[in-house]
C-alpha cells in the first residue's frame, strides 16, 4: 500500500515545500508545470508506476555537475569543520564531495565515477561506471531520487542501484565504498584528498540549504510504499546487503553499545562495523579488513525499500 504521511499532508507543509523548492532549487527553470513523469516513457517498469511521485522540478530541474573541478584541501576554506562530506578513495585517488554542493545538484559525473546524494533520504551513493553521464529525472520513488542515463534515457533507482525502467531495465550498478563523515574528520585520515571546488557553472549559494530543518523534521515530503515508527524517521542508519541479506545498524543503537566496532553476521558473512560516534558516521569492513559498499540513510528511506529488514539492537 502507498501510504503519504499523514502529519505532512495535513499540515500543507507538502505544498508549502513544492513552493520553496520551486523557488530554490528550480531557479534555472522556465516552465514550473512538467509534462506527466517529465516526459520519459515509462513501460513496464520494476516498480509500481503509480508510485512514482513527481519531485517538482522537470527533468535537469536540478542540474547535475558534468564537468568537476577539484580543488586542494588547503584550497577548500569554503568547508566548516562539521561540514558533511562524501569521501571517495578509489585506485589512488582521494576525493570529498561536500554534501553542501551535493544539496543543489545531486550527481556529480565525475570521469568513472557516478555520485549521488538524494537530500530527501540521506544517501549518498557512488558508483563504478564508464564514462557516467547521469542527470536528476525530477521523479521519485520512495521518495528518493529516479537518476536518468543519457544515452538511453533508461530511470535509475538510487538506492535500488537499477534502471527500473527503458533499455536497461533491470541492470545493476557497482556501487563504490563511500564514507559520509564530517570533513575535519575526512580530512585527519587524508590530508592529500581532492575537493569538490563551488565554481560549478551556476550560480548557488553553498551556504544555504534548500531544504532548511528537514533532516531534524519528523514529516516526509512524499509518500513512501512502507513505513516504520520503530524509530524516528530521520534517524540516521547504515545499511548493507550482502547476499540478499538486508540489515540496518541505526546511530542510536550503535551509541548505546559504547564500543567503535560491532562484530556481526549477515548473510553468512563476518563483518565489523566501525561507529565514530564523534563524526556521526560508520563504515563497514569484511572478516579480511576490506571496507565494504554501506549507505547512511534516514530509517524511513531504508525502510521503505526494505521493510524485511534485519535491525541491528543493543542488548
Partial sequence: MFIPDVRYLKSGRFYLYSSLLMAGLYIIVPNV?????????????????????????VKDGIPSIDKPEFVSADQADFLKKDDRVLGLKIAGHIKAYPIKIL????????????????????????FN??????????????????????????LWSQIMAQAISGKRKGEKLSMLVVENTHWENWLKKHPNTLVLSTRTGFGRDYNRSPYGSYDSSGALYFPVSSQSRRYHPKEKVIGIQI???????????????GSRIISDEVGGEKIEVHFNSEYRSATVKLQS??????????????FAFHPDTQ????R
Avoid at 561506471?129 to 533508461?154: C, K
Avoid at 547476499?243 to 553499545?257: I, Q, T
Fill in 243 to 257: 547476499n540478499e541479506n538486508f540489515k540496518a545498524y541505526p546511530f542510536v543503537e550503535l551509541s548505546k553499545s
Fill in 289 to 302: 579488513g576490506e571496507l565494504y559498499p554501506s549507505v547512511m540513510s534516514y530509517w524511513f528511506a531504508w
Fill in 33 to 57: 508545470f512538467s509534462a506527466p513523469f517529465n516526459d520519459f516513457v515509462i513501460q513496464s517498469p520494476l516498480i509500481p508506476k503509480s508510485e512514482i511521485s513527481g519531485g517538482g522540478p
Fill in 129 to 154: 561506471v564508464p564514462d557516467a553521464d547521469f542527470g536528476v529525472s525530477g521523479l521519485l520513488y520512495n521518495s528518493d531520487m529516479l537518476l536518468y542515463d543519457r544515452a538511453t534515457e533508461s
Fill in 103 to 126: 544539496n543543489w545538484h545531486e550527481i556529480v559525473n565525475d570521469g568513472n565515477i557516478l555520485l549521488s546524494y538524494c537530500p530527501l533520504c540521506g544517501t549518498g551513493m557512488a
Fill in 311 to 314: 535491525v541491528y539492537v543493543f
